[in-house]
């Protein structure tokens, strides 16, 4: 494991792989079982889950340009997301990971990506 992974980098691939496996599930329940009522909403919940699990592998393997690429993507997402959902709840009949900034997950999606994005920069240094 490097240096991105160690210390409080263990931190933040422990919670990328936890939210890696919830927001995957979640997806995966809504996906099979209700696909047709909101398909967006579903869909990119399952596109934030693969970015979790971009993040869990890169950060612990170490590689800091997949992790600092991923962790852009991710923010743009909550950002772009979040904001839309705010703008035009009726656009997402179902929350997303990211609507409103990662609201029903205690606004850690909103956090997650600038805690990256910090590591990522002070093991730099």
């Given at each position: 494991?490097s240096?991105?992974?160690?210390?409080?980098?263990r931190?933040?691939?422990?919670?990328?792989g936890?939210?890696?496996?919830a927001?995957g599930a979640?997806?995966a329940?809504q996906?099979?079982t209700?696909?047709?009522?909101?398909?967006?909403?579903?869909?990119?919940?399952a596109?934030?889950?693969?970015?979790?699990v971009?993040l869990?592998?890169?950060?612990?393997?170490?590689?800091?340009?997949l992790?600092?690429?991923?962790?852009?993507?991710?923010l743009?997402?909550?950002l772009i997301?979040g904001t839309?959902?705010?703008?035009d709840?009726a656009?997402?009949?179902?929350e997303?990971?990211w609507?409103?900034?990662?609201?029903?997950?205690?606004?850690?999606p909103?956090?997650?990506?600038?805690?990256?994005?910090?590591?990522l920069?002070?093991?730099?240094r």
């Amino acid at each position: 494991m490097s240096s991105i992974g160690s210390g409080p980098g263990r931190a933040l691939i422990a919670v990328y792989g936890l939210f890696s496996l919830a927001a995957g599930a979640r997806a995966a329940v809504q996906i099979a079982t209700r696909f047709g009522e909101a398909p967006l909403a579903y869909s990119l919940s399952a596109f934030a889950a693969a970015v979790y699990v971009l993040l869990t592998v890169a950060l612990w393997r170490g590689a800091r340009r997949l992790a600092l690429a991923a962790l852009l993507v991710e923010l743009a997402g909550v950002l772009i997301i979040g904001t839309a959902s705010v703008l035009d709840p009726a656009a997402f009949p179902d929350e997303t990971v990211w609507s409103v900034y990662g609201k029903g997950y205690l606004f850690i999606p909103l956090v997650l990506p600038l805690a990256g994005l910090y590591w990522l920069r002070r093991q730099r240094r």
